[in-house]
């Protein structure tokens, strides 16, 4: 097999590859970090792997280690690059908060803010409650798989 290596512009993502003539369209990177995650396959994408690979990386995985690795990239492509400094008690932290109970079952609550106490796990967490309220609710079926049974 051989490889072909396509310097991509900056600023820009591949949009479609002709295979036939060999033409590469280019479209812009969106700006908000919400508009470039938006499904399971973008997040795995940021991290070059197709869904099919993730499940054979993750076949001896329970349903909830599965969810936990995905999570925690997806907090990776979020934070863009963000680390939480757990030296820092001033620094905030998000998580998605989740109410469970009742006709509708496991949904996004709210978001919440911690301090070190943290009952989360630190790789789970957010730099802004915009992020987490996002991640809580557009990956919903991802953290209802980590955190049910």
């Not at 792997?49 to 001896?60: I, P």
């Not at 925690?72 to 939480?84: F, V």
């Not at 006709?103 to 967490?125: H, I, P």
């Amino acid at each position: 097999m051989q490889t072909l290596k396509i310097q991509i512009p900056e600023g820009y993502q591949i949009d479609n590859v002709d295979m036939n003539s060999g033409e590469i369209k280019f479209k812009p990177v969106p700006k908000d970090v919400r508009e470039r995650f938006k499904t399971v396959s973008d997040v795995l994408a940021h991290h070059l792997l197709t869904e099919e690979e993730f499940d054979e990386k993750c076949e001896d995985l329970t349903a909830d280690e599965k969810a936990y690795r995905f999570l925690k990239m997806l907090a990776q492509c979020l934070n863009e690059g963000w680390q939480p400094d757990w030296n820092n008690e001033n620094q905030p932290k998000y998580y998605p908060w989740f109410y469970m109970g009742g006709s509708s079952g496991f949904r996004s609550y709210f978001f919440v803010n911690w301090d070190s106490y943290s009952n989360v796990g630190s790789r789970l967490c957010f730099k802004s409650s915009v992020l987490a309220e996002y991640a809580g609710t557009q990956f919903l079926n991802q953290y209802k798989q980590f955190m049910t049974i």
